[in-house]
Nanobody, 120 residues
Framework: QVQLVESGGGLVQSGGSLRLSCAAS????????MGWYRQAPVKQRELDAK???????NYGDSVKDRVTISRDNAKTTTYLQVDSLKPGDTAVYYC??????????????WGQGTQVIVTS
């Protein structure tokens, strides 16, 4: 089992930046991918960024110019930096850690989400 705790959300002004954190605990050695997703009201959850165990990163097309994913040396905490914030970035941001192969829900762990509200 892996437990994820997100932090860093809140109210931010348009044009600003924020840094979200996701701390993992438990059987973190089983995790291969660590990522961040967002879900805006009445929209589907979509990928912002993910990073694999070897450090290869993937970014969502709609945000790749404004977000950066990173992690600590222990590979248990991931960070998502979002710059040039817009009201459209208002969403609940979820941390997702998963094994290399996801066969069931037991292979894919989600945090509780952290709300980000961007004011104009």
């Amino acid at each position: 089992q892996v437990q994820l705790v997100e932090s860093g959300g809140g109210l931010v002004q348009s044009g600003g930046s924020l840094r979200l954190s996701c701390a993992a605990s438990g059987d973190t050695s089983s995790i291969y991918y660590m990522g961040w997703y967002r879900q805006a009201p009445v929209k589907q959850r979509e990928l912002d960024a993910k990073i694999g165990r070897e450090g290869v990163t993937n970014y969502g097309d709609s945000v790749k110019d404004r977000v950066t994913i990173s992690r600590d040396n222990a590979k248990t905490t991931t960070y998502l930096q979002v710059d040039s914030l817009k009201p459209g970035d208002t969403a609940v941001y979820y941390c997702d850690d998963r094994k290399y192969v996801v066969i069931s829900e037991a292979d894919d762990y989600w945090g509780q989400g952290t709300q980000v509200i961007v004011t104009s």
